[in-house]
């Protein structure tokens, strides 16, 4: 069992430690145009976005926009976000069964939602950040593996336009299996927990498979080993799986 109230501590102070040593002009290029400063900038707003929806249980009334704040400010207004977060996070695991709205779940939505969710935003978007330098923390592989099943229930079917012509099993050796079939309208797909030690179309360490997952390194990328049709692999992992 994953200590995800842990882990979005770990992996939000982290974050700030890294932030104020790497300069904003410093290129991401894996998402596109974005610089360092884009990423802190995107990780600031997530925070205030989420914690306005644990202060009232409910929606917020305005969607993630970036800060156009730069360098110490900017900082600063990441550990002041951050430091408010996860306050209203640990208050959140004190209480995970009271109603809180999430954009998963709807009104139907639990504090406990939070936590789990908040340690994966804050875990990939560090990666985003170090991979500017190409300095990089150890990943933890049971992090890791509870992100692939985190994607799978919170967006998995949220986004359609899939590729997927068959069922496809994607395996972290020692971490869990998951099974990806179509879904019941076109381009959807369901992704549910499978066989760990079944055949496999696609495997990789667990932290290997997430980035993946969430398009952070392409589908050639030598870590992932392909052991079913190639081509069904590729056109599933170039498809829309995230946000």
């Known amino acids: 069992m994953v200590d995800v109230l842990a882990a979005v501590h770990r992996a939000a102070q982290r974050f700030g430690e890294v932030a104020r040593t790497t300069p904003d002009d410093l290129p991401v290029p894996h998402l596109g145009p974005w610089t360092v400063r884009d990423v802190v900038a995107h990780l600031v707003a997530d925070h205030e976005w989420a914690a306005e929806a644990l202060r009232t249980g409910r929606s917020p009334e305005r969607g993630i926009g970036h800060p156009r704040a730069r360098g ?43 936590p789990r969710h908040q340690a994966h935003e804050a875990s990939v978007h560090l990666w985003d950040l170090q991979s500017a330098t190409g300095v990089f923390d150890d990943a933890d592989p049971a992090l890791a593996a509870d992100g692939i099943s985190e994607l799978a229930e919170v967006y998995t079917n949220r986004y359609g336009g899939q590729s997927l012509a068959r069922p496809l099993v994607l395996r972290a050796p020692g971490h869990g299996a998951w099974r990806v079939e179509p879904g019941a309208g076109p381009g959807r797909v369901v992704m549910q927990p499978a066989d760990d030690d079944g055949p496999a179309d696609l495997e990789a360490p667990p932290d290997v498979l997430l980035l993946a997952l969430w398009h952070r390194i392409p ?8 052991t079913g049709d190639p081509a069904a692999v590729r056109a599933y992992l170039a498809g829309p799986l995230t946000a």
Request: hydrophobic residues 40%; contains cysteine.
């Open 219 to 226: 589908p050639d990328d030598a870590r992932l080993r392909i």
């Open 72 to 114: 110490e400010k900017l900082r600063d207004r990441y550990d002041a976000a951050t430091a408010e977060l996860l306050a209203l996070l640990d208050d959140a695991a004190s209480r995970p069964d009271e109603p809180c709205w999430n954009f998963a779940q709807g009104d139907a939505g639990r504090r406990a939602w939070w």
